[in-house]
């Protein structure tokens, strides 16, 4: 597949539409791709990633949209899937440089709102929310919003008629034919366009490896009423993703059904349940919510806590609760808790250290059929190629695992392999109905934020922060006088994170040697070329301390002059 | 059932058998279980733990076996179940304290002897082979070694005749109707022991959580011999773990039907093959492997690679081949690489990592139905309850969540819930056919190993790589002269893994201004407490810092006299 890329590489000279993901492959979760065709760009999307494990202290990383900011005459504004961070997360960072306006159904709009509130950029923002079915023109595309099912109410598949052709985009979907909340999705449009033909379609990956079906959301539901029927004296607390607010309606049904009060812990929770509650997107019965003070008012059988922290997130309050740190509410034999969510990814040991310590505490920890995927599995995406028949795939959203698979599973619903691009992250593919291909690169490297820093830690930063993270620092300090380069002070050593100090003085005494010596070398030739004298210190106490200890601690030699 | 076991906390007078693990629920995978009567220890496996996320730096975690060197005299030796890491890791490091014979098997104790001789051991320590049936008298103890079947042959469980009663200690184990290697487990003798009267049954926890039966690795090879059928072209290479002797005979079987030969690499997988071919528990084929370096002299059809790597570890052939950092073998597209192994908790990324990198060389990956697991599922474990009937249950082997769900299938298989114990390291049961209960506590809590160091990384180590690896440092360096204490050089400013500094030049320079007047505020007050003038710097250009970066390095001042 790849190679039918690369072989394209010369074609330079096609006129057609232009699809360029700014984020992705090398940014897993990051969504962001522009739309462009001559003097027009939409994006679609504008999410985050977080970071790799070897990001050591990176908070999150965000889009490189240098292109965008050189072509901002052009960009028309941004249309959104839906309201989960991997696909919204980046924008109060992005519209400070490219302010145009934001575009996506109801929630989505409530949700982005809410964000940019935060970050003080409400005033400045120009948002329209769009009814699925409702089209919007934006240069010389136009843009329809479709109805999908997926995790969070509200997404939408994004028609996108371009004059080159129309471009099908899923956003991240499945195919609920009893959805919790609203209509299953559309399916019959989603025919219907297929039938104008569809130039491109831009796939979701997510479960592309499973087989079958993804169940319904409804089916939770109904584990949940057996689970409160199972547990009917106990008090449950149920963990869940914020944004699922479909997963929160059915835990509030269940509280109904069996007569239970019910407290909303965390502040993503609370942030989105009221904003699903003040747009009509979740049903809350009169009186049911009690704030987590009155808790004490009722008895264990009368109350469901519903929490953030099913994935284990440290400063969540499920993994406060189960660490006897929060501050309000504290896990008592036969409690029972529910993990209404599969482990990301990366995050298995974390889930599995809040259950550990759940249960230390004597709390019943239920983690089986409680969750369904919001995405779709092998034969969903087979019935959307089924009904858009397009002339080229671009699978989106997944590892190069998920994105090659899905190129085999295009492949078998008849698109050509040749027809088939697996996109890096900054490629610009053309396309037109003659001919498609590679015919640029833009920058897209993921940019690391770190606190208030955004694009101030690179590569040497996070190097040099895995060298210290493994072994630890030592700091050598000596003063020269000025001219003589006599020593007037030190070698002092200082080391942190190597070893206790206490127990290793005969250790740190010796390195002083070791670099006296290595001093004494340099000065003795009348040597005083600073930078030589501390390789010299570097070379010699490192040798000395891998000898030791077969460690490889950073070394700083600091010559002060006086 | 922790409850039950603090509420015993008091009862220290029974006179029974004690069992005390040394390891275990607080170093997940190091199992060593001290069994003791009288004047009588016996030591069940001596493991090693692996690095928790948060031990940086860290290599392994070996046991505290200070308890058994306070009573050395005591310890008759050391009876192993089976070769893995985690039953014999920590062996090299404990022989060196605790030097009485090891017994085992006779694949166990070869593999030892590999280990030993890495060590420079061999000659000081006394090892015996056991053979399945066969008893030893160690003290007052007799212990018998019992067939079991496992991910490694010539696994063992034990049955530990003890003048308290019976101690039935199943090692890691799965059930094996149809084992590739030897006979199924021995469930006959199980059955005869069980009717004498089993005190006590420790039993495998891994995977309590999995209702049903675990397959039998004998269809592991049917799945191999039809990928072999349906890439009868390609070039095959199959990771898997090098202590899987069975898989990996089962590659070779596999092989020599199809007619290719087979290469061996990766550290471990030709050290554990070369003493499996050895000692006769691998079957190998007369010519059919070749030297890596052979292999140019092979069509892709004639050619199986069996590598170490299945769990995406860095340096393992398998990570290093997908990185193209192999020296001898590089990915070439077409070929079929097997994944023969599910990723171990925590190792998801990692794994999936090798996937993708293999998948973007044009490999054909290939992980599911390649892998069956080594330990008994819920209703191996029943049959073992049945069979033993035993007064007592310490479910072994498993993170608190396997623990607590063994304990309630042990309690379902009629064992009451307070002869049921969860035993934390160093809790030391004492058990008698009357009573028993937890009636000490000894030291068990584990050692790190970083390179040579053995102990010297501690928590004060371990805090300050974690705050280097967030935030990085900043050293400030400032001299002053003697008695006077004016500033003779600096203050200057050294940052490490924090910013870069060469896009951060102001915010140094004002970190340096913060510096100059914190120290003039000491000056002037001539207050040259070096302590207080080191808290001053710190606290402001703290301040400082976090205003400006909301980040938190570690900020290490330090003062010449000069």
């Known amino acids: 597949m790849k190679e039918s890329v690369i072989k394209k590489n010369n074609m330079l000279d096609i006129k057609g539409v232009k699809v360029i993901p700014l984020g992705g492959l090398e940014q897993i979760g990051m969504n962001i791709t522009a739309i462009e065709y001559e003097d027009s760009i939409i994006v679609i999307d504008c999410g985050l990633s977080f970071p790799e494990d070897e990001m050591l202290g990176i908070d999150l990383v965000i889009p490189d949209v240098t292109y965008l900011k050189d072509n901002i005459d052009k960009v028309k504004g941004f249309v959104i899937t839906h309201g989960h961070e991997d696909h919204i997360g980046s924008l109060p960072y992005i519209l400070k440089d490219i302010n145009v306006p934001v575009y996506g159904?109801?929630?989505?709009?409530?949700?982005i709102e809410n964000k940019l509130k935060e970050h003080n950029l409400l005033k400045n923002t120009k948002r329209k929310v769009i009814k699925y079915g409702q089209s919007i023109n934006l240069g010389c595309f136009r843009i329809e919003f479709i109805r999908t099912n997926h995790s969070i109410a509200d997404a939408a598949a994004l028609a996108i008629f371009t004059p080159a052709g129309i471009l099908f985009h899923t956003g991240d979907f499945k195919i609920d034919f009893t959805p919790v909340f609203g209509d299953p999705i559309d399916l019959q449009r989603i025919g219907e366009i297929g039938k104008k033909g569809v130039l491109a379609l831009m796939c979701d990956s997510t479960n592309v490896e499973r087989p079958g079906y993804t169940m319904s959301e409804r089916t939770v539901g109904k584990t949940f009423d057996s689970i409160f029927t199972d547990y009917a004296k106990q008090r449950i607390i149920v963990a869940t993703f914020a944004s699922n607010v479909d997963r929160v309606q059915q835990i509030?049904?269940?509280?109904?059904?069996?007569?239970?009060?019910?407290?909303?812990?965390?502040?993503?929770m609370v942030n989105i349940i009221t904003t699903a509650s003040e747009t009509g997107y979740i049903r809350m019965p009169e009186n049911i919510l009690i704030d987590i003070e009155m808790m004490k008012n009722y008895t264990d059988d009368q109350l469901v806590l519903i929490t953030t922290g099913s994935q284990g997130e440290t400063m969540a309050a499920l993994s406060r609760?189960?660490?006897?740190?929060?501050?309000k509410?504290?896990?008592?034999?036969?409690?029972?808790?529910?993990?209404?969510?599969?482990?990301?990814?990366?995050?298995?040991?974390?889930?599995?250290k809040v259950i550990n310590e759940l249960s230390m505490k004597g709390a019943k920890v239920i983690y089986q059929d409680t969750h369904v995927s919001g995405h779709a599995c092998q034969e969903e995406i087979k019935l959307i190629y089924s009904l858009t028949k397009p002339k080229y795939a671009i699978p989106v959203h997944g590892e190069?695992?998920?994105?090659?698979?899905?190129?085999?599973?295009?492949?078998?619903m008849g698109v050509p392999k040749e027809n088939i691009f697996l996109l890096s992250s900054g490629d610009v593919l053309t396309l037109s109905n003659e001919k498609a291909g590679l015919t640029g690169k833009v920058p897209a490297q993921g940019i690391l934020v770190d606190g208030?820093?955004?694009?101030?830690?690179g590569n040497i930063v996070l190097r040099d922060r895995q060298h210290l993270s493994e072994n630890g620092l030592i700091i050598v300090v000596v003063s020269l006088e000025k001219y003589s380069n006599q020593i007037m002070a030190g070698p002092d050593i200082v080391s942190r994170g190597f070893v206790y100090v206490r127990e290793s003085e005969n250790l740190i005494e010796e390195a002083r040697d070791v670099v006296e010596k290595a001093l004494d070398k340099c000065l003795s030739k009348n040597n005083a070329d600073w930078g030589k004298m501390k390789t010299e210190i570097k070379d010699s106490l490192s040798d000395y301390i891998w000898k030791k200890t077969k460690r490889n601690p950073m070394i700083l030699p600091i010559i002060m002059e006086v």
């Open 105 to 111: 159904t109801k929630l989505t709009i409530a949700i």
């Open 252 to 268: 509030i049904n269940s509280a109904e059904k069996y007569g239970r009060k019910v407290v909303i812990e965390g502040r993503s």
């Open 321 to 327: 609760i189960a660490a006897s740190i929060h501050k």
């Open 329 to 352: 509410v504290s896990i008592k034999p036969g409690d029972v808790v529910i993990l209404s969510s599969t482990p990301i990814p990366g995050n298995e040991k974390a889930v599995s």
């Open 400 to 412: 190069y695992r998920h994105l090659i698979r899905h190129a085999e599973l295009a492949n078998v």
């Open 452 to 457: 208030l820093g955004v694009g101030d830690v």
